[in-house]
């Protein structure tokens, strides 16, 4: 299993959650996903063999909600989003019926893709997924 992190996301999503959810919180939340738990939601954009699934996580700096773009057959889980729960704009609905998350996610899945497409992104292997 594996984790995808594309730069434009490190850079628009993580960036400013760093000291929120380090990337062992991250990691776990993509097992999780890869593994059946949290909730699909509906694809804004049709990208062939994948599923958007959203997942609640947790750690020692609060709540947060994360979304993975999951490819299952290869086990790869790609990071589209992740927001505290507190964000009251995304964070608090992230439902592709609430305007301000669909145009969010619709941006950062087309950042993927071209990220994806130029070999812009940082993979992480999810067998032992914590970080010294």
């Not at 929120?20 to 990691?27: A, E, G, M």
Request: net charge positive; glycine share 4%.
């Amino acid at each position: 299993m594996k984790l995808i992190i594309t730069d434009s996301i490190e850079k628009h999503e993580l960036f400013a959650l760093e000291r929120v959810f380090s990337l062992n919180v991250i990691k776990v939340a993509a097992i999780k996903s890869l593994k059946g738990l949290g909730e699909n939601i509906k694809n804004p954009i049709n990208i062939p063999k994948t599923i958007l699934r959203k997942i609640y996580t947790t750690s020692s700096s609060g709540a947060g909600r994360a979304v993975f773009l999951l490819q299952i057959e290869a086990e790869k889980a790609i990071l589209a989003m992740i927001r505290q729960k507190k964000d009251k704009q995304v964070g608090a609905n992230m439902a592709v019926e609430n305007p301000k998350f669909k145009k969010a996610l619709e941006r950062n899945l087309d950042l993927i893709i071209r990220d994806l497409e130029v070999s812009k992104y940082k993979e992480y292997d999810l067998e032992n997924p914590i970080v010294n």
